[in-house]
């Protein structure tokens, strides 16, 4: 999180306010500096850091039960102990280090196993940086609005 926020934000964020100074500028209005700032930081709160513990595999490889098929079906079942000792304690995942060269599948399966019935009610109650992101991005009135939009029921929660 650090190294994103140094790396990136920002330079986002710099950005932003490039923009709308330029913005005011073409348009000859003035602008605070402060109200500027206040915009951009505005904007910023829409910048969402989706982080998993190490990396994206973390959590799709909370997915035991497609991860389980893959494995039978492509590895011959290699790694499927490793699977069910995951989905029994999941929490276990979120701290395993490079989890794609621990496993059969890797980063090659990836779509599957965020696509197909992934157990988010699940994941999230193990507690840990999944259930952290979707937090947080539930507390984003905004966002849900938007999501909202999209779907045909409500989203409130996980």
Not at 84 to 113: I, Y
Request: charged content about 25%.
């Amino acid at each position: 999180m650090a190294k994103f926020s140094q790396l990136i934000e920002a330079k986002v964020y710099t950005l932003i306010v490039e923009q709308f100074s330029t913005r005011a500028t073409r348009a000859a209005t003035p602008v605070a500096q402060q109200e500027v700032e206040a915009q951009a930081r505005q904007r910023m709160n829409r910048l969402k850091r989706i982080v998993p513990f190490y990396s994206i595999e973390a959590w799709l490889f909370q997915n035991t039960r497609v991860a389980i098929r893959l494995c039978e079906r492509h590895y011959g079942g290699r790694d499927a102990d490793q699977f069910q000792r995951w989905e029994q304690e999941r929490h276990t995942l979120d701290e395993v280090r490079k989890p794609k060269e621990q496993v059969c599948l890797g980063a090659k399966h990836n779509s599957a196993l965020a696509s197909e019935a992934f157990p988010a009610r699940d994941v999230h109650a193990a507690g840990c940086s999944f259930a952290s992101v979707v937090d947080k991005l539930c507390q984003d009135e905004e966002l849900r609005k938007a999501l909202q939009q999209t779907y045909d029921f409500p989203v409130t929660s996980v």
